[in-house]
């Protein structure tokens, strides 16, 4: 049993040479490694990459990414987000993710934090006991269309079964869907950016002032260019993660009211779902229109179902709650390893997309 740690620094030549074999296992895709490169948070010297070899043989690996949080000082601290895991399946329960994940441990000092995690992957995370919960975040998935077979296809294997009875609950929403309204331009004007203005790019450094993570306009630029996702042909790849997508797609929009006063969502469309990693408003009078533009947005992208966890949005959304065929309680969960939790500050803002989540949607 071989372990190899891999740094930012000698990432792109070590996955170059170790899948050079068009049937190798890519712990990191070419988008990923990408992003990772590019990450404005991260060192040359973090260790992002471990992976475990049997006889030459990859067979497990872990891949990491560099953030900080910042205290109540305002200072960073540099930490790594837990963010792949991967075991062959010829090699489960015997351990490795578990060895994967004391490197870790080791590499970085215990200054380790995840969520949006798999199951298996916070089984591993919970044997240890070093991972108390950090902070939950309400939430709610909001169901405008019918997606049992994205949902329960894999899970209940009759895919045409389900395929049929989505298309005739939703043949039967079209027309009620068509009908629902935009938002008033008097009211509230509402326009599609292709990047952030000089004034919203410092009201989101005033409002990322409570954050724990306070992530602004270098690291909003490196989210948009460097995505994990992408609706491009791209080769098929022996990867363990999502990379290709028959829709992926960053949306900004930004609301202003007839007082000046500016709101900001990002939207990001994922094949049927749509997410809000991040959200800021100047004037809660914004929330109300913000709201019906999620819902005329979902409509006219064929979109499923979203996830939304900003207390505020939810509260609006529920007022059309008589558009929706159902919604359900979905919270988001963030654990810090022992070794940091305590001095992590409470109560600050925390967004969807903090962590990985807003490469993915």
Not at 13 to 20: G, W
Not at 269 to 296: C, D, G, K, R
Request: one cysteine or more.
């Amino acid at each position: 049993m071989d372990i190899q740690s891999y740094t930012l620094e000698d990432l792109e030549s070590h996955l170059s040479l170790s899948t050079a074999n068009s049937n190798a296992v890519w712990p990191l895709s070419p988008l990923r490694v990408s992003s990772y490169v590019n990450n404005p948070r991260a060192e040359k010297t973090d260790c992002v990459l471990f992976e475990l070899r049997m006889e030459e043989k990859l067979v497990a690996y872990r891949t990491l990414l560099p953030d900080c949080y910042f205290d109540l000082d305002g200072k960073p601290h540099p930490f790594a987000w837990l963010s792949g895991n991967w075991v062959d399946p010829s090699f489960r329960r015997q351990g490795l993710s578990t060895k994967l994940l004391q490197q870790a441990e080791a590499h970085w000092e215990g200054r380790l934090m995840y969520t949006n995690y798999a199951p298996a992957s916070k089984a591993v995370y919970d044997r240890t006991g070093q991972f108390p919960l950090l902070t939950r975040r309400e939430g709610r998935r909001f169901y405008l269309r019918a997606a049992n077979e994205e949902l329960l296809g894999e899970r209940l294997g009759s895919k045409k079964l389900l395929r049929t009875g989505d298309q005739l609950i939703n043949t039967l929403r079209k027309s009620r869907l068509q009908k629902f309204p935009h938002v008033d331009p008097d009211q509230c004007k509402v326009e599609l950016l292709t990047g952030l203005d000089t004034r919203l790019a410092l009201r989101i450094s005033q409002w990322q002032e409570q954050s724990l993570f306070r992530r602004g306009e270098t690291e909003f630029s490196w989210v948009l260019n460097n995505p994990w996702v992408t609706s491009k042909k791209v080769a098929p790849l022996n990867y363990h993660f999502s990379y290709g997508s028959d829709r992926f797609e960053n949306i900004l929009v930004k609301f202003s009211l007839p007082d000046q006063s500016i709101g900001l969502a990002w939207l990001v469309l994922h094949n049927q779902s749509l997410s809000i990693p991040y959200l800021f408003v100047e004037n809660e009078e914004i929330y109300p229109f913000m709201a019906t533009e999620v819902i005329h947005r979902m409509v006219t992208q064929g979109c499923s179902y979203a996830t939304v966890r900003s207390p505020l949005l939810v509260q609006y959304l529920m007022k059309h709650q008589n558009v929706f065929l159902t919604t359900r309680n979905l919270p988001q969960q963030i654990f810090a390893h022992k070794l940091i939790s305590a001095q992590i500050p409470q109560n600050k803002t925390i967004h969807d997309g903090d962590g990985d989540v807003v490469f993915t949607g």
